[in-house]
């Protein structure tokens, strides 16, 4: 084996400038592949932890169909109490109660249909990013004071400020009619128009008088930091909860089903580039090998009418090009992840894309994600398809006859 691999190695360098100008290429292509899919995999990573804290949270502990209806009626009884009970329980994540209407809203000269949420002051903050959004005045205080904060597009809509008074209409639980008369304290904005026109939040001992809510609410959020171990957390939290009450607790890919879409309609059209880079550079290699074999035909028939059989010349042909492709590899693997690791710390910016990424809850500069499986992944791909671009050349050399082989020139 050694002098095979010696006889590929010179071989590889009888045409030095051929052989780097197809080993650049397999470099390049590997290069490409490591930045872009860790770029890729920092993107997703961003945009599902940017959307999760936003205000859904990784877990959320609902009444049986409130995810699909939404109804007032359907809810968590006795929520603060159960909350306190699992922060209790989990300390490590954060926790926080919250109840839901749709109501009017009104000001002195405008009325909008909106979603009320209620919250806790003390915990909200822990679950959700709204909170640290507040641009003028503050965020919510005492859990039963008569206030609320409002998104910027909705301040604008209703012509309101802070210090102004809103009066806010719906149904109760029971039906009944609902009303209450509220201060601005605080207007945030999330940069997102559709959040900024439509969500409002007031104190959720407020809320619970105001829509006679009996101590109940609608959603307990958890926040898990990250989605790492999320379905380990959704079965112990799943264990704690009170077995007299009919109550579900869905993942983030239940709450928001339509990230995990976004994401792998993203990932098909990637994989579809990267497909396309790699089949170029296996047709790189083909013609390089097939060059190699056609112009050592004479050389080729004389080592066969020696005894050497063809089987034993294709894989000398396939160590070649596994030597090329690993250099390919090693080379363009090193120089990706160094390239990646410089845009992991410095951040990469798309000009021109920060109006997109914010309507994905994206910041403007993307941070790649550098691990063993993004260094790998797409240069052991492209060192794959090196190879069985290499099987052609090897398999015509099964049909070379000594004779005829030796009178080539």
Partial sequence: MNLVFRLAWRNLWRHPRRTWLTTAAMMFSNTLLVFMISLQFGMYGLMIDNTLQAFTGHLQIQAPGYKDDQKIRQTVADIVPLAESLRAELPSVSIAARGTAFALVSSEERSYGIAVFGVEPAYEPDVSTIPGLVSEGRFLGDIDAPEIIIGAALARNLRAGLGDELTVLGSGRDGSFAAAVVDIVGIFDSGIADVD???????????????????????????????????????KVGSLLPAGQDLVVHDWDALQPGLKQAIKADMSSAF?????LVILVAFSVLNTQLMSVLERTHEFGI???????????????????????????????????????????????????????????LPARFFPQVSPLTLLVGPAVVFLFTLLAAVYPALRLHRLQPVEAMRAV
């Avoid at 579809?272 to 396309?276: C, Q």
Wanted: charged share 10%.
């Fill in 197 to 235: 026109r439509s969500i409002t939040e007031i104190p959720l001992g407020l809320f619970q008088d105001v829509f006679f809510m009996d101590g109940s609410g609608h959603q307990i959020v958890i926040n898990a930091g990250s989605i790492d171990g999320v379905a380990e957390l959704q079965s």
């Fill in 303 to 361: 080592v066969m009418s020696l005894g050497l059989t063809p089987g034993r010349l294709g894989r000398l042909v396939l160590l070649e090009t596994a030597i090329m492709g690993a250099l390919g590899l090693v080379l363009g693997a090193v120089l990706g992840g160094l390239v990646t690791s410089w845009f992991s710390v410095n951040g990469f910016a798309y000009p021109g894309m920060e109006e997109l990424a914010s309507k994905f809850n």
């Fill in 272 to 276: 579809l580039m990267y497909g396309i």
